[in-house]
Protein backbone atom coordinates (compact mmCIF):
# COMPACT_ATOMS: atom_id res chain seq x y z
CA UNK A 1 0.00 0.00 0.00
CA UNK A 2 1.74 3.34 -1.07
CA UNK A 3 2.55 5.66 1.96
CA UNK A 4 0.77 8.95 2.61
CA UNK A 5 3.13 11.27 4.53
CA UNK A 6 2.87 14.64 5.52
CA UNK A 7 5.96 16.75 5.97
CA UNK A 8 4.83 19.26 8.54
CA UNK A 9 2.52 19.29 11.63
CA UNK A 10 1.60 22.55 12.97
CA UNK A 11 2.51 22.22 16.54
CA UNK A 12 5.47 20.84 18.69
CA UNK A 13 4.06 17.09 18.73
CA UNK A 14 7.08 15.64 20.91
CA UNK A 15 6.90 18.15 23.48
CA UNK A 16 6.05 16.48 26.73
CA UNK A 17 2.53 17.92 28.47
CA UNK A 18 0.84 16.72 31.68
CA UNK A 19 -2.43 14.35 30.49
CA UNK A 20 -4.58 15.29 30.02
CA UNK A 21 -3.05 17.64 28.16
CA UNK A 22 -6.05 20.47 26.98
CA UNK A 23 -6.12 23.58 25.31
CA UNK A 24 -8.25 26.20 24.18
CA UNK A 25 -8.99 25.64 20.30
CA UNK A 26 -10.12 28.76 18.46
CA UNK A 27 -13.53 27.88 16.16
CA UNK A 28 -12.39 28.19 12.92
CA UNK A 29 -9.64 25.62 13.59
CA UNK A 30 -11.59 23.04 14.07
CA UNK A 31 -11.30 21.68 10.57
CA UNK A 32 -8.01 21.54 8.75
CA UNK A 33 -6.84 20.63 5.66
CA UNK A 34 -3.16 19.84 5.24
CA UNK A 35 -0.50 18.90 2.43
CA UNK A 36 -2.00 14.80 2.49
CA UNK A 37 -5.20 15.93 2.02
CA UNK A 38 -6.31 13.96 -1.80
CA UNK A 39 -4.38 10.96 -0.54
CA UNK A 40 -6.15 10.46 2.50
CA UNK A 41 -9.34 11.29 1.31
CA UNK A 42 -8.62 8.83 -1.15
CA UNK A 43 -7.82 6.14 0.84
CA UNK A 44 -10.86 7.01 3.50
CA UNK A 45 -13.37 6.87 0.25
CA UNK A 46 -11.32 3.22 -0.57
CA UNK A 47 -12.17 2.04 3.43
CA UNK A 48 -16.09 3.72 2.84
CA UNK A 49 -16.67 1.77 0.52
CA UNK A 50 -14.97 -1.45 0.98
CA UNK A 51 -14.60 -1.89 4.57
CA UNK A 52 -17.43 0.03 5.95
CA UNK A 53 -18.86 -1.86 8.80
CA UNK A 54 -15.21 -1.41 10.33
CA UNK A 55 -14.82 2.15 9.92
CA UNK A 56 -18.15 3.74 10.57
CA UNK A 57 -20.71 2.47 13.75
CA UNK A 58 -23.46 4.70 14.75
CA UNK A 59 -25.55 3.00 18.00
CA UNK A 60 -29.39 2.94 18.43
CA UNK A 61 -30.72 6.29 19.59
CA UNK A 62 -28.00 8.36 18.06
CA UNK A 63 -29.38 9.24 14.64
CA UNK A 64 -30.09 12.96 15.49
CA UNK A 65 -26.26 13.41 16.67
CA UNK A 66 -25.17 12.25 13.33
CA UNK A 67 -27.39 15.08 11.17
CA UNK A 68 -26.04 17.77 13.92
CA UNK A 69 -22.70 16.70 13.08
CA UNK A 70 -22.66 16.96 9.58
CA UNK A 71 -24.67 20.55 10.01
CA UNK A 72 -21.36 21.47 11.81
CA UNK A 73 -19.01 20.35 9.65
CA UNK A 74 -20.94 21.88 6.64
CA UNK A 75 -21.05 25.59 8.15
CA UNK A 76 -17.05 25.22 8.88
CA UNK A 77 -16.40 24.38 5.20
CA UNK A 78 -19.48 26.80 3.59
CA UNK A 79 -17.04 29.51 5.45
CA UNK A 80 -13.66 28.03 4.06
CA UNK A 81 -12.39 29.41 0.64
CA UNK A 82 -11.25 25.70 -0.76
CA UNK A 83 -14.52 24.14 -0.16
CA UNK A 84 -17.73 24.85 -2.20
CA UNK A 85 -20.96 23.73 -0.54
CA UNK A 86 -24.04 23.83 -2.57
CA UNK A 87 -27.38 22.83 -1.10
CA UNK A 88 -26.73 19.01 -2.33
CA UNK A 89 -23.40 18.70 -2.90
CA UNK A 90 -19.61 20.21 -1.96
CA UNK A 91 -16.93 20.55 -4.25
CA UNK A 92 -13.80 19.76 -2.29
CA UNK A 93 -9.79 20.76 -2.27
CA UNK A 94 -8.77 17.79 -4.36
CA UNK A 95 -11.71 18.32 -7.09
CA UNK A 96 -13.73 15.56 -5.76
CA UNK A 97 -17.84 16.23 -5.59
CA UNK A 98 -19.11 14.73 -2.68
CA UNK A 99 -22.84 14.33 -2.86
CA UNK A 100 -25.04 15.57 0.72
CA UNK A 101 -26.10 12.07 1.59
CA UNK A 102 -28.46 13.14 4.48
CA UNK A 103 -30.11 9.80 5.07
CA UNK A 104 -26.23 8.68 5.48
CA UNK A 105 -24.90 11.53 7.34
CA UNK A 106 -21.91 10.10 9.19
CA UNK A 107 -20.66 8.38 6.29
CA UNK A 108 -20.84 11.81 3.95
CA UNK A 109 -18.65 13.36 7.04
CA UNK A 110 -16.09 10.68 6.24
CA UNK A 111 -16.18 11.83 2.43
CA UNK A 112 -15.47 15.42 3.32
CA UNK A 113 -12.30 15.79 5.95
CA UNK A 114 -9.65 14.25 6.82
CA UNK A 115 -10.81 14.25 10.38
CA UNK A 116 -12.58 10.85 12.30
CA UNK A 117 -14.92 11.62 14.54
CA UNK A 118 -16.35 9.82 17.81
CA UNK A 119 -19.38 11.34 19.41
CA UNK A 120 -20.11 10.70 23.15
CA UNK A 121 -23.45 10.98 24.81
CA UNK A 122 -23.96 11.09 28.01
CA UNK A 123 -25.78 7.76 29.89
CA UNK A 124 -26.03 7.57 33.15
CA UNK A 125 -22.84 8.93 35.13
CA UNK A 126 -20.81 8.83 32.03
CA UNK A 127 -20.02 9.56 28.83
CA UNK A 128 -20.61 6.93 26.04
CA UNK A 129 -19.17 6.42 22.49
CA UNK A 130 -22.32 6.01 20.11
CA UNK A 131 -20.98 7.06 17.06
CA UNK A 132 -18.07 6.93 15.06
CA UNK A 133 -16.73 7.54 11.70
CA UNK A 134 -12.86 6.00 12.30
CA UNK A 135 -10.76 5.65 9.29
CA UNK A 136 -7.50 5.98 10.48
CA UNK A 137 -7.37 3.72 14.30
CA UNK A 138 -3.91 4.35 15.77
CA UNK A 139 -3.50 0.55 17.75
CA UNK A 140 -7.40 0.01 18.71
CA UNK A 141 -10.42 -1.67 17.16
CA UNK A 142 -13.50 0.38 16.73
CA UNK A 143 -15.40 -2.44 17.31
CA UNK A 144 -14.71 -2.91 21.08
CA UNK A 145 -15.06 0.91 21.61
CA UNK A 146 -18.51 1.67 20.20
CA UNK A 147 -20.94 1.69 23.07
CA UNK A 148 -18.46 2.32 25.79
CA UNK A 149 -17.81 4.52 28.30
CA UNK A 150 -15.24 6.59 28.22
CA UNK A 151 -13.42 3.98 30.88
CA UNK A 152 -13.32 1.15 29.07
CA UNK A 153 -12.14 2.91 26.08
CA UNK A 154 -9.38 3.83 27.32
CA UNK A 155 -8.55 0.17 27.55
CA UNK A 156 -5.49 -0.92 27.82
CA UNK A 157 -4.00 2.37 28.36
CA UNK A 158 -1.40 2.14 31.28
CA UNK A 159 -1.58 5.79 31.94
CA UNK A 160 -5.62 6.16 32.24
CA UNK A 161 -5.65 5.17 36.26
CA UNK A 162 -8.60 5.75 38.04
CA UNK A 163 -7.63 9.66 38.77
CA UNK A 164 -7.10 10.41 35.15
CA UNK A 165 -10.56 8.36 34.22
CA UNK A 166 -12.14 11.00 36.96
CA UNK A 167 -10.51 14.16 35.10
CA UNK A 168 -11.87 13.17 32.11
CA UNK A 169 -15.11 12.67 32.61
CA UNK A 170 -14.91 15.51 34.28
CA UNK A 171 -13.48 17.50 31.02
CA UNK A 172 -16.06 16.21 29.11
CA UNK A 173 -19.04 17.76 31.50
CA UNK A 174 -17.55 20.78 31.45
CA UNK A 175 -16.88 21.43 27.73
CA UNK A 176 -19.44 24.41 26.71
CA UNK A 177 -20.81 25.09 23.38
CA UNK A 178 -18.86 27.38 21.43
CA UNK A 179 -15.38 26.44 23.58
CA UNK A 180 -13.80 23.60 21.72
CA UNK A 181 -10.62 22.57 23.13
CA UNK A 182 -7.56 20.31 21.91
CA UNK A 183 -4.83 18.35 22.58
CA UNK A 184 -1.88 15.90 20.85
CA UNK A 185 -0.42 12.88 21.15
CA UNK A 186 2.88 10.81 19.05
CA UNK A 187 4.21 7.64 18.90
CA UNK A 188 6.63 6.00 17.02
CA UNK A 189 5.74 3.27 14.52
CA UNK A 190 7.16 0.81 12.27
CA UNK A 191 3.84 0.59 9.95
CA UNK A 192 3.18 4.13 8.42
CA UNK A 193 -0.52 2.83 7.09
CA UNK A 194 -3.14 4.80 8.51
CA UNK A 195 -5.67 2.30 9.30
CA UNK A 196 -3.95 0.26 11.91
CA UNK A 197 -6.31 -1.53 13.91
CA UNK A 198 -5.02 -3.44 16.77
CA UNK A 199 -7.44 -5.33 19.45
CA UNK A 200 -7.12 -4.96 22.90
CA UNK A 201 -5.52 -8.10 24.31
CA UNK A 202 -2.84 -7.66 21.35
CA UNK A 203 0.96 -7.02 22.62
CA UNK A 204 2.00 -3.55 22.89
CA UNK A 205 5.28 -2.61 22.75
CA UNK A 206 7.05 1.41 22.40
CA UNK A 207 8.02 1.05 19.05
CA UNK A 208 10.93 3.67 19.51
CA UNK A 209 13.27 2.52 16.84
CA UNK A 210 10.61 2.80 14.60
CA UNK A 211 10.77 5.10 11.26
CA UNK A 212 7.41 6.92 11.32
CA UNK A 213 5.97 9.70 14.07
CA UNK A 214 2.23 9.08 13.72
CA UNK A 215 0.88 11.99 15.86
CA UNK A 216 -2.63 13.24 16.75
CA UNK A 217 -4.56 16.66 16.60
CA UNK A 218 -7.60 15.56 18.75
CA UNK A 219 -10.39 17.98 18.79
CA UNK A 220 -13.18 18.17 21.94
CA UNK A 221 -16.37 20.45 20.73
CA UNK A 222 -20.01 20.40 22.08
CA UNK A 223 -22.75 20.34 20.00
CA UNK A 224 -25.86 22.97 20.60
CA UNK A 225 -28.85 20.70 20.45
CA UNK A 226 -27.92 17.48 20.99
CA UNK A 227 -24.81 18.08 23.28
CA UNK A 228 -22.84 14.99 22.30
CA UNK A 229 -19.26 15.56 22.70
CA UNK A 230 -17.42 15.48 19.03
CA UNK A 231 -13.68 14.04 19.08
CA UNK A 232 -12.04 15.02 16.50
CA UNK A 233 -8.41 13.28 15.44
CA UNK A 234 -6.75 14.66 12.58
CA UNK A 235 -4.05 12.41 11.80
CA UNK A 236 -0.21 13.21 10.68
CA UNK A 237 2.41 10.44 9.80
CA UNK A 238 5.69 12.01 9.07
CA UNK A 239 9.26 10.09 8.03
CA UNK A 240 12.20 10.47 11.14
CA UNK A 241 14.06 12.44 8.77
CA UNK A 242 11.09 15.31 8.45
CA UNK A 243 10.76 15.36 12.01
CA UNK A 244 12.97 18.17 14.27
CA UNK A 245 14.12 16.09 17.08
Same mark, same amino acid.
Not at 120 to 131: A, F, L, P, S, Y
Not at 151 to 157: A, G, K, L
Not at 182 to 201: I, Q, V
Given at each position: ?10 ? =? ?14 ? #? ?5 ? #? ?6 ? *? %? $? ?13 ? *??? &?? !?????? *? ?5 ? =? ?8 ? =? %????? =? ?25 ? $????? $? ?16 ? #? ?13 ? &? ?39 ? *? ?5 ? #? ?19 ? !? ?11 ? $?????
Amino acid at each position: MKKILQTFVPY =DALAKVPLPGIAPMAS #EDWIIVD #EAYGAQMA *E %R $ERLLSNDRSAVLAVT *EGS &EA !ACDELL *EAVLSVL =DARDDFDVGD =D %RVVCP =DGRCVNLDRTDPLCTVGRLVQQDFCLH $EKRGD $EHVMTVAVLCFPASWTLA #EKIGKPLTHIHVPVP &EYDDNIARRVQRLFDGIKVGRPMWRKNAHWYRDPHLFHPKT *ENAPRHQ #EVKGDFLRTERQSLLRLPRTQ !AVVFGIHTFVLAR $EDVDV
